[in-house]
């Protein structure tokens, strides 16, 4: 299974993890600071939504396509005992 960053923090936390292999120690903590502070504003500008909220909408478009799938089945079924289309 793909390893999916479960929330809006957790892939701050790993853009900082990998921003902060590649910067020096050196760098302050208040540069560390701003470059967190300026990447959960992008994030949140982006409309992330977490693992969680994804797994739910897709089995809600599961469970309605499988409703408009039964009703589709269930006209064609109709339109040939009426013989609507012929």
């Not at 050196?26 to 990447?39: K, M, T």
């Not at 977490?50 to 339109?79: G, N």
């Amino acid at each position: 299974m793909t390893d999916f960053p479960q929330s809006p923090a957790d892939i701050i936390e790993r853009i900082m993890q990998t921003a902060k292999a590649a910067v020096p120690d050196s760098l302050s903590s208040d540069v560390r600071e701003n470059v967190r502070a300026a990447l959960q504003d992008v994030i949140a500008d982006l409309d992330v939504v977490t693992r969680e909220e994804l797994d739910v909408q897709k089995a809600v478009l599961q469970k309605t396509r499988a409703k408009v799938d039964e009703m589709e089945s269930i006209i064609a079924d109709l339109e040939a005992r009426l013989d609507i289309n012929n």
